[in-house]
């Protein structure tokens, strides 16, 4: 199981892997119990001739085909969770075998037939489907019990079975080896999968703000440039036009800010420039820069972080990370509000909030608030953004050794905190 983390090192992720081959799951329990239907009504036939009590037999091969039609019938017409999937799994191994263990006492079949078919259940249920290794090991180890009880209390055949101990265990160990090595196959696929989807939707997203959001202050600057060139604007006209346009070239010099660091955070081998930081003078430094567009919006900074804060990280990504939050908040607070940015200390990190009281946002917006496939949504003024800020800055916080989260309620504003380390660079990443 350590092995599968290294692959898959979230919990979430692994809720997304599971749900992901649900589907595919399904379908090979579908057809292995297909198989099965078809395997035993082969059998039944041979039996008809090497069973002593054929209808013993019949009776109990039935009720495995009736039971084997139900779980196709139950996964192609109801819509399974991954953990009812996985008990489906178990408790249909396990009456299988407790069938088969009736069969082989009542019908006196070939002492062979038990240990031959608990062999090839282990390499289904362990290896054909891809429930949790943790299952297979409390399956198998279920059956074991089960075919050891039998053989020692009850079997017809105790000197055979007893001798084909050590043969189910070393079949068993076969089959979740080949299981283990199939899992870890499909977990590297599915990440791979992921990795090739992220950076198609990373293409896609850049491709659009490169043609809109870049484009756009661009072409309004050089329209009004223009405009100013040919005299066919007033000195009133133009001052009422700069501001704006002035407005979305900060903006826009801003996100190519965070673009380039970020494109040299994903070269191989890029180590963030680590530094002692005062945190209260790298706020102020940004609050600074944010004065013209908190003016617009009449909102006021409230920095409560003491002096005294130190930190070791790289400045310049500790800058864009408190831009990027703080600029939303900006855009989501409402006419003369307040935003409040703390900071605390532990010996390992120091944890800073910067808190708004603005529109907030579900906990559905809060789950998916620094994906790349989330849709960037207009500010209380109608702003708009490219939506990638906050993506950006938890790839900057991992990437400098924190962690970053948000606390929201819709209506009543948001939280986001955030983590830098304390200590030098002789223990920092």
């Not at 101990?165 to 999968?193: A, C, D, H, P």
């Not at 997203?205 to 009004?224: A, E, F, T």
Request: aromatic content about 12%.
């Amino acid at each position: 199981m350590g092995y599968y983390k290294k692959i898959i090192s979230s919990a979430a992720q692994e809720k997304e892997y599971r749900n992901f081959m649900l589907g595919y799951e399904t379908y090979s329990l579908r057809i292995v119990c297909l198989i099965g239907i078809i395997y035993t009504c082969i059998f039944l036939i041979i039996d008809y001739w090497r069973a002593v009590d054929f209808v013993s037999v019949l009776f109990h091969r039935s009720i495995i085909i009736i039971i084997l039609m139900l779980v196709v019938y139950i996964t192609w017409r109801i819509k399974l969770s991954p953990r009812s999937f996985y008990l489906l799994c178990f408790f249909i191994f396990l009456i299988t075998v407790l069938l088969s263990i009736s069969m082989d006492s009542s019908a006196a079949l070939p002492q062979f037939f038990l240990p031959n078919f608990i062999c090839l259940l282990f390499y289904i249920s362990n290896a054909g489907l891809g429930y949790p290794l943790r299952f297979k090991f409390i399956l198998s180890g279920a059956i074991i019990a089960l075919y050891v009880f039998y053989s020692v209390y009850f079997s017809p055949h105790y000197n055979t079975h007893l001798s084909q101990l050590w043969n189910l265990l070393v079949n068993l160990v076969f089959s979740l080896l080949i299981g283990y090595l199939i899992e870890r196959y499909k977990r590297i696929n599915f990440i791979q999968t992921k990795e090739i989807e992220t950076l198609s939707t990373v293409k896609s997203k850049l491709i659009s703000i490169l043609s809109h959001d870049l484009n756009s202050p661009l072409n309004s600057l050089n329209g009004l440039l223009y405009l100013n060139e040919k005299s066919l604007l007033t000195q009133q006209e133009l001052n009422q036009n700069f501001g704006k346009v002035r407005r979305s070239v900060d903006s826009v010099s801003f996100l190519l800010q965070n673009l380039l660091r970020w494109s040299k955070t994903q070269l191989q081998g890029f180590k963030p420039k680590t530094e002692k930081l005062e945190v209260k003078k790298i706020i102020e430094d940004v609050l600074y820069s944010l004065e013209s567009i908190s003016e617009d919006k009449g909102i006021r900074f409230l920095n409560k972080v003491d002096e005294k804060i130190i930190v070791y990280s790289d400045s310049e990504m500790v800058k864009l990370v408190v831009r990027n939050i703080l600029s939303n908040s900006i855009k989501f607070s409402h006419l003369d509000s307040t935003i409040e940015i703390a900071a605390r200390n532990d010996s390992v990190h120091c944890t800073l909030s910067i808190k708004d009281s603005g529109v907030g946002m579900t906990q559905e917006e809060a789950d998916n608030l620094f994906s790349f496939e989330r849709e960037s949504k207009r500010g209380t003024q109608n702003e708009s953004g490219t939506g990638i800020g906050l993506m950006l800055t938890k790839e900057f916080i991992e990437t400098l050794g924190g962690t970053i989260s948000v606390v929201s309620e819709s209506g009543k504003g948001s939280i986001f905190y955030f983590t830098l380390p304390t200590q030098g660079p002789s223990s920092n990443i």
